[in-house]
């Protein structure tokens, strides 16, 4: 009986991954622990100034190797040294200095944690000699960034230490830029608590993370921060209030569906900032059942929550002082005997009706009551909504950028720029007037949530989005909102080097960043 107990019930909260690492900046000479040496391509010594606190054996076998060529220090690669009695040395090739990019940068830093190995200790010290702030700031992030993995369900082997490695990282550079890097070095372990709550998210198994237990840990995170109010529209509730999008897409399930509001500073006056996000803790397509092949990745249909979760984190560690609300749409979608049907018509909370072709399309129904509810109930001076829509977004971005719809142009602009600013690539698509006409001829409703055929599926499915954003008070105009179809970018590709695998806590940077502008 107590093993039943236990399958069917898990006890206590969620386990999470650990903090970020710490970094500590320097400006002394002291090497402490391994030595990780930047190096643009084709270095024939250590930059002038970063030698000093180098034990000379270490220094000579580094410049050897530089001088012979046996380290060209493309981007992308590391070398490993080991062996004088001058210590051990990382050596990471930048590539060519006039190609050089923050993103470059990130990713060199993220082949620092990347390449972290049992030989090099727990303790590093970076030496950055001449290096711009700004490139520092970002390697620095990248290092945080990848120093991330999800070990939460692997038993622990009593012998092996590797797994509850903690690294402190020193980092070292000129006296004058020490402040700017001490504060944006800050900022960066700030904002990747919310990045790695996000992928923490979007990482755990769907039978341990449904819509009920996603609220239990919004309500935790309220309780613990004195400046966050967390309200949850449990399924009831939904019921009541006619979000038909969501108690449809969550019937057929025994985890039942809510919506989580998250309001930080919420004594602070709006407008403010919404993020909504779609959260599927796990998408088996409905009765219009999905093939089994991959169908496990189905447990990031809920990446758009996860971020939103992600990015009230890292607001509330990095201090920011104005209201800001996110909010969830919690679903399981299963099939069932209690499941909507290909062929019914629901009404939404808009009052909208739509006919469900698709139960697979399910993403936007629940979005359709999250941004209806965000546009009528929280004034927000713009909403952003994160989801993992479509594979078609996928198809036409691959796991490069996520999609990004607007109905205003300066929102649109500022969230590309917030993504370029972070390596999170946003990349503009269409919202023709053809869209929203595809997608509102249903013969029997309002809308339908298929498009007519299979061609153009992000942008109908986003066309579909803007039929249920309200228009501002008092106007026919509606309110500034933009859609981030990240069905591509939410788990871990390879070429996204900031991440291991799994959930890439993708955006929260990004928004952290159109939001507060650090
Ligand atoms: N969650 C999926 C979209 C998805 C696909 C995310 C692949 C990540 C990777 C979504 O709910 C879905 O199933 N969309 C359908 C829509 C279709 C039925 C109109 C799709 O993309 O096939
Ligand atoms: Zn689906
Ligand atoms: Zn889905």
């Known amino acids: 009986m107590r093993r039943f107990g236990r399958i069917f019930k898990r006890h206590g909260p969620l386990p999470q991954s650990g903090e970020p690492m710490q970094v500590i900046v320097n400006t002394n000479e002291n090497t402490n622990g391994t030595l990780v040496l930047p190096l643009w391509q084709d270095s024939k010594n250590m930059a002038p100034g970063s030698e000093s606190g180098v034990h000379r054996s270490l220094k000579n076998q580094i410049e050897n190797i530089l001088v012979e060529g046996d380290f060209k220090a493309k981007a992308g690669t590391a070398m490993t040294l080991a062996g004088t009695d001058g210590g051990k040395a990382l050596l990471i090739g930048l590539g060519k200095e006039e190609d050089a990019t923050p993103q470059v940068m990130r990713e060199s830093g993220a082949k620092v944690t990347a390449s972290c190995k049992k030989i090099h200790g727990k303790t590093l010290t970076v030496k950055f000699h001449g ?36 690294l402190k990282i ?14 944006s070095a800050e900022t960066s372990s700030a904002v990747a608590t919310g990045v790695y709550l996000a992928r923490d998210l979007g990482n755990a198994p769907p039978n341990d993370l449904y819509p009920m237990e996603f609220a239990r840990q919004a309500i935790e995170f309220g309780s613990t921060h004195d400046n966050v109010d967390v309200k949850v529209i449990n399924y009831d509730e939904a019921r009541t209030m006619g979000m038909g999008g969501l108690v449809g897409v969550g019937m057929g399930s025994y ?10 500073n919420g004594d602070k006056p709006g407008p403010s900032p919404c993020i909504v996000g779609k959260g599927i803790t796990f998408d088996t397509g409905g009765i219009s059942i999905k093939p089994s092949p991959s169908m496990d990745e189905m447990k990031y249909d809920m990446h758009g929550s996860a971020t939103t979760f992600g990015v009230m984190q890292a607001l509330v560690a990095s201090g920011h002082k104005d209201r800001v609300i996110g909010l969830t749409c919690m679903a399981e979608n299963m099939p069932s005997s209690n499941a909507q049907r290909p062929g019914d018509v629901i009404t939404t909370y808009s009052g909208k009706t739509v006919e469900v072709l698709n139960t697979d399309a399910e993403g936007r129904l629940v979005l359709s009551d999250g941004l209806w509810y965000a546009g009528t109930h929280l004034n927000p001076s713009y909403m952003i909504d994160l989801a993992t829509l479509t594979g078609a977004c996928v198809v036409a971005l691959g796991h490069e950028a996520s999609g990004l719809w607007s109905n205003n142009d300066e929102l649109l602009n500022n969230i590309k720029e917030a993504g370029e600013h972070c390596g999170e690539i946003a990349w503009p698509m269409p919202l023709f007037k053809a869209f929203e006409k595809e997608m509102t001829d249903s013969k029997i409703a309002d809308v339908r949530n298929l498009g007519a055929g299979r061609w153009g599926g992000s942008n109908t499915a986003a066309a579909f989005l803007k039929q249920f954003v309200p228009n501002m008070e008092g106007t026919d105009e509606q309110i500034p909102w933009a859609h981030l179809d990240i069905a591509g ?19 929260v940077r990004t928004l952290h960043h159109l939001i507060t502008g650090q």
Not at 170 to 183: Q, R, S
Not at 491 to 506: D, E, F, M, R, S
């Open 131 to 166: 290096m711009e702030d700004a490139y520092m700031a970002a390697f620095v992030e990248g290092m945080i960034l990848r120093d991330y993995s999800y070990d939460n369900y692997k038993t622990k082997d009593e012998d092996d230490d590797s797994d509850d490695r903690e």
């Open 489 to 507: 970018t939410a788990w871990g590709a390879k070429t996204n080097k900031l991440v291991k695998n799994g959930a890439t806590g993708i955006h």
């Open 255 to 264: 985890r039942k569906p809510c919506m989580v509001i998250f309001e930080i």
């Open 170 to 183: 020193h980092v070292t550079c000129e006296e004058e830029k020490h402040a700017a890097l001490e504060t």
